[in-house]
């Protein structure tokens, strides 16, 4: 669904109210690595590291938006 959705890892994100993260890893991704220890992705679910907090959070690929044109860090 990753695919589908246009969404991967290292892609920049933004939720509803606005905050912007990063993509860090995305089903998809998971599914080809295969680690059994860890845990696994569902399919449609991507994993955020939000900024500026830099706290990482598990979500489906419904509760983000990709964002729009080019991202710079000043």
């Given at each position: 669904?990753?695919?589908?959705?246009?969404?991967?890892?290292?892609?920049i994100v933004r939720n509803s109210?606005?905050v912007v993260g990063l993509v860090l890893e995305d089903a998809e991704?998971?599914?080809?690595?295969?680690?059994?220890?860890?845990?696994?992705?569902?399919?449609?679910?991507?994993?955020?590291?939000?900024?500026?907090?830099?706290?990482?959070?598990?979500?489906?690929?419904?509760?983000?938006?990709?964002?729009?044109?080019?991202?710079?860090?000043?």
């Amino acid at each position: 669904m990753a695919g589908e959705s246009g969404i991967y890892a290292e892609d920049i994100v933004r939720n509803s109210q606005g905050v912007v993260g990063l993509v860090l890893e995305d089903a998809e991704e998971t599914t080809d690595e295969s680690e059994s220890d860890e845990e696994v992705l569902k399919k449609g679910q991507i994993v955020v590291c939000w900024y500026p907090s830099g706290n990482e959070e598990t979500l489906s690929l419904s509760k983000v938006f990709q964002f729009p044109g080019k991202f710079e860090i000043c």
